[in-house]
C-alpha cells in the first residue's frame, strides 16, 4: 500500500487517511476546557476542567466504539478492536493535562492526533484491510507535574516506575492528593489497564526551535536528556522585618534568594550542555514585614552527558548548601530524583523517519529535553516519539503554536506508523 | 492621689488600680480566635478568626457599659461616659489582627490593656474620682499589613492619611477587597467614629531585644524610623525549563533572586542605621517546570536617619532595575511609600516616663523601627508609645513572649498615664 501526498498536507488518494479536519475540532474542543481569553489553557490535572476535558475523550471514545478503561492512577485507555481480541496492542496517546497558564497543545496533541489515528484504521478497516495488531488511545495523568509531583505520574505508574500508592499519595500545594482529586472528578478508577503494549507511539510538539532553524517538519527524537529534580526546603525563623538587627536574622528567603542565582550561574560552567532552572517557590508565612521562616523550592539539572549531570547535581547540592550558610539557615533536600540519559530505539525512529520521508516531510533527529510520557516505556518496549515544530520556541505559554500544515504533518507520519505497526510491517 | 507597687507587679493600695489578672484572661480569651497548636496565633485581618476575636471584644465592651461604634473601615470604638457628654475623649487601643503563624502579643496586648484600663477608670469614677475627659478602647483594623497592604490601614483611614476608599479597594492575593472581607465578617461599619482624641495612648511589646539587654521594663517611643516600602513586579516570560537554551529565557524569579540579595546587601552600606528586607513573594505560574514569567515582592527599607534613608531609597531603585536587566526582565515598580522619620511628643514622653518611674520601674527611651497605629496620630494629637521587654526580642513568631511582670509594669504604666490624662493633669 502506498499513499500519495501533496504539499499542501491533505492526502490525494481516494480514502482519507489523513483528516486533519478532525485533528483541528477535537483540539478546538479540548481548549475549551479551561480555555483562556490570552488563547492558553489552565488544565491542571484532576481539576474540574481536566474532568470535563477527559469526560469529553470519554464521550468520544465510545462514539467511535471504543472500550474504555480508566486505571486506578486515572489513566485513561480507548481499546479499538482491529485485530480481534488477544492480539498484541499499539498503545498512542499522551496527556490532557497542562501547566498554568499552558498552551492548547502540549499533550492535547498527542491525545487528539491519536483519536485521529483510530478513526483512521477503524476506516481502513471497514475498508478491508487486515491488521494484526489492536490499537488504544490514551490520556495519561499528571504529566506535567505542575499540580502533583512527580511528572509523568500515570504513566510512570502504569508500567511500575512508580508505585501506585505514592502516585495516589502525592499532595498539590494545597495538601490535596492525587487520589483524592482523580475521586472528585469521577476518574479514580477500578478497571485493569491493558496489558503492555507491542509498541508506544507519541505526537508531540518539540518546544524547541531546532526544527524551526533547520527548516524540518518533523523531529525524530532518538535521545533524552538526562534530569536531576530536587526540592529543596531551605529553614529560617520568623521575626518581624523592622526591628532586631539584620545580623540576627535567619532569612528562608535570602538563603533561597543565593540558591537560584547560584543554580542559575552553574549552568554557564557547561555553556549549552547544561539547563539548570528555580520556577517554583513556597514562602512562609510570605508576609511583606515578617522574615520568611520556610522557603520551599524545585529545582532542575538536565544534560545529555552523563558526566556533566553528575558533576553538576553534586555541585547543586554544594552550591544550595552554601547558599543556607550565607543567609545563616539550614537547608535540606527534601526530595531528589534522576532521569537518566537514555537512547530511544533504533527500529521505531528508522520506521516514523521512514514514515516521515515517504510522505515527503524534512525530518531532522533531535533529542528530548523534557520529560514525556512516551519516555516512561523506554527499556519496556519500542517506543517512538515524534516532534513537530513549534513557532519560535515558545513552550509552557498561551502563546504556544504550531503551523497547520507542521500539524499535519505530523498526524500524518503518526497515522503511517501507527499503520504500519498495526499491519505487522515495521518497515525496518 | 499616689498609687503604691510593690515588685511582685500587683498593687498594695486598697483599691484595684491595676488587674493584671484581667490582662491575662482577656489575652489568653483573645489567643483563642486563630489559636495554634504551637502557641501561635494566625488571626489574619477580617478573616473568620478576626470576626470571632471582634465579637468577643465587642460584647466584652457593651458588658462593661461602653457604647461600641464600627466606623466605615471596620475599626471598632467603645466609648466610655467619665466625664460627661461633650467631653474630650482619650483613645487608647492596638489591633487584633496577627499576622500569619503570629504571635499572642502583638496587638491583642494593646486592646487588652486598654480594657483593663477602662475598667480601672470606671471603678475610680465609681469611687468618687471625678474625670474630666472620656476614654475609648479602640481595635483598629489591619494594623499589620499582612492581610492587605498598606498596613496602619484602619488608624491611616480614621486619621484621613489614607482614603477610605482605597482602604476598602485594597486586595489580599487572593483578589478579596478588605470592604469585601469585612462585611463578610459583618465589620462593615456604618457608624459615625469618635472625632480625633485629646491623646492617643498605645502599649505594644518591643519586638527588639534593646530593653532586655538594657534591664528596663518600660521603653519610652521618643522616635520612629522612617520607612520606604515598594511593591515591586517583575516580568519574564513563561517557557518550558528544560528545551531552549538558557540564553534565550526571560526568568522573573531570577531576576527577582537578585534583587532579593542585593536588598540584602543594601544594608551593608550603612551597617545598623539601614535595615532592609523582602519577606513577600508571589510567583506566576509557579511550577516546577515553567521558567516564571512574573514575581511580584515586597521591598521594605527602614532607617532613622533620613539621608541614609533617601539615599537607600534611591539606591534601591537602581539596584531592582540592574537586577532585573541581569535576568532580561523588565521592572516596574507597582507602588511606592514612604514613612517619615518623626519623634514622638514630648510631653507626652514625659508623662508616660513620669508615670513608670514613680511606680518604680527602669525606663529606657527608645526608637520604634516597626509601624503602629499610633504613630498614625503624629502631628494630629498628643501621642503616647509604651513598649514592654520582648523575650529575646522575638516578634511576629508563636514563641513571642513577654515575662508577666514585664507585662504589668506596662499596664500599671498605661493605667497612670490614663488616669492623669483624663484627669486633665498631664504631670509635665
Redesign the interface.
Given at each position: 500500500m502506498s499513499i500519495d501526498h501533496d504539499p499542501s498536507g491533505h492526502e490525494t488518494t481516494g480514502w482519507a487517511m489523513l483528516d486533519d479536519g478532525l485533528l483541528h475540532q477535537l483540539l478546538a474542543e479540548f481548549s475549551t476546557f479551561g480555555g483562556l481569553p490570552n488563547g492558553g489553557v489552565h488544565r491542571l490535572t484532576a481539576s474540574a476542567e481536566d474532568g470535563a476535558a477527559r469526560d469529553h475523550l470519554r464521550v468520544w471514545l465510545l462514539g467511535e466504539g471504543a472500550e474504555v478503561r480508566v486505571d486506578r492512577a486515572g489513566n485513561m485507555f480507548g481499546l479499538f478492536d482491529l485485530a480481534g481480541p488477544g492480539a498484541p496492542i499499539v498503545m498512542c496517546g499522551s496527556h490532557l493535562d497542562t501547566?498554568?497558564?499552558?498552551g492548547k497543545l502540549d499533550g492535547a496533541l498527542g491525545v487528539a492526533a491519536a483519536c485521529c489515528t483510530a478513526r483512521s484504521l477503524l476506516f481502513l478497516k471497514r475498508d478491508g484491510h487486515a491488521f494484526e495488531v489492536n490499537f488504544c488511545v490514551v490520556n495519561w495523568t499528571n504529566e506535567?507535574?505542575?499540580r502533583f509531583?512527580p511528572?509523568l505520574l500515570g504513566s510512570g505508574s502504569y508500567v511500575g516506575a512508580i508505585a501506585l500508592d505514592a502516585a495516589l499519595a502525592a499532595a498539590d500545594d494545597d495538601g490535596v492528593t492525587a487520589g483524592e482529586a482523580l475521586a472528585a472528578i469521577g476518574y479514580l478508577g477500578q478497571d485493569e489497564p491493558p496489558p503492555l503494549p507491542a509498541a508506544y507511539l507519541e505526537l508531540h510538539v518539540?518546544?524547541?526551535?531546532r526544527l524551526e532553524e533547520n527548516g524540518a517538519q518533523i523531529g525524530i527524537v532518538v535521545r533524552n536528556?538526562g534530569?536531576a529534580?530536587l526540592d529543596v526546603v531551605f529553614t529560617g525563623?520568623?521575626?518581624?522585618?523592622?526591628?532586631?538587627?539584620?545580623a540576627?536574622?535567619r532569612?528562608a528567603?535570602?538563603g533561597?534568594?543565593?540558591?537560584?542565582?547560584a543554580i542559575?550561574a552553574l549552568?554557564?560552567r557547561w555553556?549549552?550542555a547544561l539547563?539548570?532552572?528555580?520556577?517554583?517557590?513556597?514562602?512562609?508565612?510570605?508576609?511583606?514585614?515578617?522574615?520568611?521562616?520556610r522557603v520551599e523550592m524545585?529545582v532542575?539539572i538536565?544534560s545529555a552527558d552523563d558526566a556533566i549531570l553528575s558533576a553538576a547535581h553534586e555541585a547543586a547540592n554544594v552550591l544550595l548548601q552554601e547558599a543556607a550558610e550565607a543567609a545563616g539557615i539550614a537547608c535540606a533536600i527534601a526530595s531528589e530524583t534522576r532521569r537518566g540519559i537514555r537512547m530511544l530505539p533504533g527500529e521505531i525512529a528508522d520506521l516514523t523517519r521512514t514514515c516521515a520521508r515517504e510522505a515527503g516531510y524534512v525530518t531532522m533527529d533531535v533529542d528530548?529535553?523534557?520529560?514525556h510520557d512516551a519516555l516512561s516505556f523506554l527499556g519496556r518496549c519500542p517506543t517512538g516519539l515524534i516532534f513537530v515544530p513549534s513557532v519560535d520556541?515558545?513552550?509552557?505559554?498561551?502563546r504556544e503554536e504550531t503551523a497547520a500544515a507542521d500539524l499535519a504533518a505530523g498526524l500524518d507520519t503518526l497515522i503511517r506508523a501507527a499503520f504500519a505497526l498495526c499491519s505487522g510491517d515495521r518497515k525496518a
Open positions: 501547566q498554568p497558564n499552558g506535567e507535574g505542575a509531583r511528572s518539540e518546544q524547541d526551535v536528556w534530569a529534580k525563623e520568623q521575626t518581624h522585618t523592622g526591628p532586631g538587627s539584620m540576627r536574622r532569612d528567603l535570602l533561597a534568594a543565593h540558591a537560584v542565582t542559575r549552568a554557564d555553556p549549552g539547563h539548570t532552572s528555580v520556577a517554583r517557590m513556597l514562602l512562609s508565612p510570605n508576609s511583606p514585614n515578617t522574615v520568611a521562616a524545585s532542575e538536565r528530548t529535553v523534557a520529560g520556541g515558545i513552550a509552557h505559554n498561551p
